[in-house]
T-cell receptor
Framework: RKEVEQDPGPFNVPEGATVAFNCTYSNSASQSFFWYRQDCRKEPKLLMS???SGNEDGRFTAQLNRASQYISLLIRDSKLSDSATYLC??????????FGTGTRLTVIP | GAGVSQSPSNKVTEKGKDVELRCDPISGHTALYWYRQSLGQGLEFLIY????????KSGLPSDRFSAERTGGSVSTLTIQRTQQEDSAVYLC???????????FGDGTRLSIL
């Protein structure tokens, strides 16, 4: 079983829609969680960290469910510029990190 | 099916030694990327191969770093005269084309003593 699993999508949503992605992880000892955004032909860039209490940054909300071992990313009021691939990253310990394969989002005008 | 495979998974070596990291991309994937992530840092792009085109080496941090991709498949990243600041996780990713999502390997955890 993979350490981190994501639905690859693609998710095609209209502008203004709300969309959510989940990412499951297998190791309950995982310590830190992140969402990365990756634009076409670019390196992945950190979007936001995921905290136990949940956190929000503008239209983006990240949540962690330790009991069910998943993290989620919610995007409200989708913009065309949100089209990208969203990667979840799970860190088990120092220098021990695992990436999901990414979920591709396309926001349609 | 088989994903991106990297080897070794862990490497500990002494400062000044050369190291070679290997990446086997998913079969048929034309694009291959190398990244590194130092402790507490984000992903740092190193180099990108697309088909038979000249690689984009713009991210290589110094001339001690080099990479090649033989036959459009396996890639090796070589670090010469390693320094302690080279300690990081080195990640390889491949994608079907450069506009498709990247699939990451598990990384090579490099520690320079």
């Amino acid at each position: 079983r993979k350490e981190v699993e994501q639905d690859p999508g693609p998710f095609n949503v209209p502008e203004g829609a709300t969309v959510a992605f989940n990412c499951t992880y297998s190791n309950s000892a995982s310590q830190s969680f992140f969402w990365y955004r990756q634009d076409c032909r670019k390196e992945p860039k950190l979007l936001m960290s995921v905290y136990s209490s949940g956190n929000e940054d503008g239209r983006f909300t990240a949540q962690l469910n330790r009991a069910s071992q998943y993290i989620s990313l919610l995007i409200r009021d989708s913009k065309l510029s949100d089209s990208a691939t969203y990667l979840c990253v799970v860190i088990l310990g120092a220098n021990n990190l695992f990436f999901g394969t990414g979920t591709r989002l396309t926001v349609i005008p | 099916g088989a994903g991106v495979s990297q080897s070794p998974s862990n490497k500990v070596t002494e400062k000044g030694k050369d190291v070679e990291l290997r990446c086997d991309p998913i079969s048929g994937h034309t694009a291959l990327y190398w990244y590194r992530q130092s402790l507490g840092q984000g992903l740092e792009f190193l180099i990108y191969f697309q088909g038979n085109s000249a690689p984009d080496k713009s991210g290589l941090p110094s001339d001690r770093f080099s990479a090649e991709r033989t036959g459009g498949s396996v890639s090796t990243l070589t670090i010469q005269r390693t320094q302690q600041e080279d300690s990081a996780v080195y990640l390889c990713a491949s994608s079907l084309t450069d506009s498709q999502p990247q699939h990451f390997g598990d990384g090579t955890r490099l520690s320079i003593l």
